[in-house]
């Protein structure tokens, strides 16, 4: 009897586990995918997205997709406060070489509470969009 009970109690914290992963209530921070630039002029000699606020959420995707024949490249820059801006380290500044794409930038367990995306133009012209999702782990 005892071993049935044990059983029983362990498929239901199972089942429990597998609700959370198919997207059940876990207390758990998200950030659904929002655009902080649409359509952006990559013609401009520099173009900067909105802020958007990225507190407590540990894992950072930013999507960067572009259109045309554009030429530089991106930032990603953080802030403790909104007016003193630093670009993180991505390996390097990603950059573009005249035709369309898209780049996609994971960030793991970002501590800055703001992101925002610069682009510096080099030559041609284009649209940026940018879209940033991330979750709390």
Not at 77 to 105: E, F, K, R, Y
């Amino acid at each position: 009897m005892r071993k049935i009970l044990f059983v029983a109690v362990l498929l239901a914290s199972v089942a429990v586990s597998a609700q959370g992963i198919q997207g059940q209530p876990t207390g758990r921070q998200v950030l659904t995918p929002t655009s902080i630039l649409a359509a952006g002029d990559m013609s401009l000699a520099s173009l900067t997205s909105s802020i958007i606020s990225i507190q407590r959420i540990d894992n950072v995707a930013v999507q960067l997709t572009w259109t045309g024949n554009a030429v530089g490249t991106f930032a990603v820059q953080v802030s403790n406060d909104q007016s003193g801006w630093s670009a993180l380290d991505t390996s390097g500044a990603p950059s573009i070489s005249g035709t369309a794409g898209t780049i996609m930038l994971d960030l793991n367990l970002t501590s800055a509470p703001y992101l925002r995306v610069v682009y510096t133009r080099t030559s041609g012209t284009g649209a940026l969009t940018v879209i940033v999702s991330g979750k709390g782990i």
